[in-house]
């Protein structure tokens, strides 16, 4: 495998037709860096709302009441059913198609108290954030949803008990317990949501892809720059990844007597054995 590995390296970084000196140059390019900053936007944002709409939406699944369960459903299945760069595209140019003008007032026939042109209200930027954020919101319902099935129901019952309400329930006793199976995905969500940013460049929003196509366009060195936004996506999801892993091994403290060790932890044993066998 080693041998395999040298054998790949070496022909990447041999190969002339990479233009590694073209990646370098334009690595930091201020153009890219707009794009690394709003790609960084857009992933905090969606996943913000989609948290928010995921707690929401699964509270709603799981109330006796069937109309709240019902519409928690029915949107789950819309957002879920179909492909989240469909939704954006809808939101960059469906809904100004559509509905030109918005307006706020009374409905059926009554006066209009407020209007704005659907263009100006729904930036491209708004609708990258509408299109990611509504959809990650769907697929947060469930895995916010399988965290609170998770818990044992006595606990609710001993809520129940002791007088609490169902939504005193839900935010003291269950869903602190199920933050240990909730957090793990939203990690991976979250590295997820990172990359499928790069879909907001089908209606030219300037995240880090489409950064990088504006600038092959004009002069054609496509390859290099596909490595240097494969390069930042990549740097940011080794960082995330970092992160998801200390998050995942805090929870674990709670299931595992004895908590796997970390790389650092890992470095600094293989450096005391070596130094034990030397």
Same mark, same amino acid.
């Given at each position: ?29 201020? %153009? ?7 790609? $960084?936007?857009?992933?905090?944002? +969606? ?26 459903? &029915?949107?789950?299945?819309?957002? %879920?059913?179909?492909? !989240? ?7 960059? !140019?469906?809904?100004? +198609? ?46 916010? %949803? ?27 006793? !269950? ?5 240990? &199976? ?51 996506? $990549? ?23 004895? $908590? ?14 070596? %130094?034990?066998?030397?």
């Amino acid at each position: 495998m080693l041998l395999i590995a040298a054998v790949i390296l070496h022909s990447v970084f041999t190969n002339p037709r990479f233009q590694w000196g073209v990646f370098g140059d334009f690595l930091f390019d201020p %153009r890219i860096l707009r794009g690394v900053r709003a790609t $960084l936007e857009l992933t905090a944002i +969606a996943m913000a709302i989609g948290i928010v709409l995921g707690v929401i939406l699964a509270i709603m699944r799981l109330s006796p009441n069937p109309l709240v369960s019902g519409a928690s459903w &029915v949107y789950i299945w819309f957002f %879920r059913g179909t492909p !989240v760069l469909v939704q954006i595209i809808f939101w960059g !140019v469906g809904i100004s +198609a559509l509905y030109p003008k918005l307006s706020i007032g009374i409905p059926f026939g009554g006066p209009e108290f407020a209007s704005v042109g659907a263009n100006k209200a729904i930036t491209l930027f708004v609708a990258a954030i509408l299109g990611l954020g509504l959809n990650e919101g769907a697929y947060m319902a469930e895995i916010v %949803r399988a965290g609170i099935i998770s818990v044992d129901e006595g606990q609710t019952e001993a809520a129940a008990s002791l007088g609490m309400s169902r939504m005193q329930t839900m935010r003291r006793i !269950v869903l602190p317990q199920a933050m240990r &199976v909730i957090i793990p995905p939203t990690g991976n969500e979250t590295i997820s949501m990172l990359k499928t940013s790069s879909l907001a460049s089908a209606i030219a929003f300037s995240e880090l892809l489409y950064s990088a196509q504006l600038i092959y366009s004009v002069n054609f060195k496509t390859i290099p720059l596909l490595l240097v936004a494969a390069a930042w996506y $990549l740097f940011f999801t080794t960082i995330l990844s970092i992160g998801q892993y200390y998050i995942e091994r805090h929870y674990a403290r709670g299931t595992s007597r004895e $908590l796997p060790p970390t790389p650092v932890q890992k470095l600094r044993a293989l450096t005391l054995a070596r %130094r034990e066998w030397n």
